[in-house]
C-alpha cells in the first residue's frame, strides 16, 4: 500500500524559507511518475485547503495566495515530491499535508486524492 511521509515542517521568521518533502513508499514499480500529486494546508480552525500540485505530466497548479511564492517540483526516481516556501508569511502557518491523486491529475477538492500523508507542520512568526 502506498504511504506517503511529509518532511522539512518547522519555525521560521517572515519572509523566510522552508522546502517541505513528500516521500512516497510502497510505490509498484515506477508507477509514482503517473500520480498527480497536491500539497494542501489546514491552520488551525479552518478547512484544509488546496495549495498547489503537480501532475503526471509536471504541470503545476498553485493558488493565488502562494503564486509567486511556493514551487512545486518533483523527482521520480526518489518517489519524492517538494515544496518549496519562499518569502513566508505569519497566514501561511497550517499543517501541510500532501495528497497522491492515482490518475494523475491535480484537483483542489481534497475528495479527488487516494492517499494522504500525515502532515507537517509549518509556523510563521512575524
Known amino acids: 500500500q502506498v504511504q506517503l511521509v511529509e518532511s522539512g515542517g518547522g519555525l521560521v521568521q517572515a519572509g523566510g524559507s522552508l522546502r517541505l518533502s513528500c516521500a512516497a513508499s510502497?510505490?509498484?514499480?515506477?508507477?509514482?511518475?503517473?500520480?498527480?500529486m497536491g500539497w494542501f494546508r489546514q491552520a488551525q480552525g479552518k478547512e484544509r485547503e488546496f495549495v498547489g500540485g503537480?501532475?503526471?505530466?509536471?504541470?503545476?497548479y498553485y493558488s493565488n495566495s502562494v503564486k509567486g511564492r511556493f514551487t512545486i517540483s518533483r523527482d521520480n526516481a526518489k518517489n519524492t515530491v517538494y515544496l518549496q516556501m519562499n518569502s513566508l508569511k505569519p497566514e501561511d502557518t497550517a499543517v501541510y499535508y500532501c495528497a497522491a491523486d492515482f490518475g494523475g491529475s491535480v484537483l483542489a477538492n481534497r475528495n479527488a486524492y487516494e492517499r494522504w500523508g500525515q502532515g507537517t507542520q509549518v509556523t510563521v512568526s512575524s
Open positions: 503537480i501532475s503526471r505530466n509536471s504541470n503545476t
Open positions: 510502497g510505490v509498484f514499480f515506477n508507477t509514482f511518475s503517473n500520480y498527480g
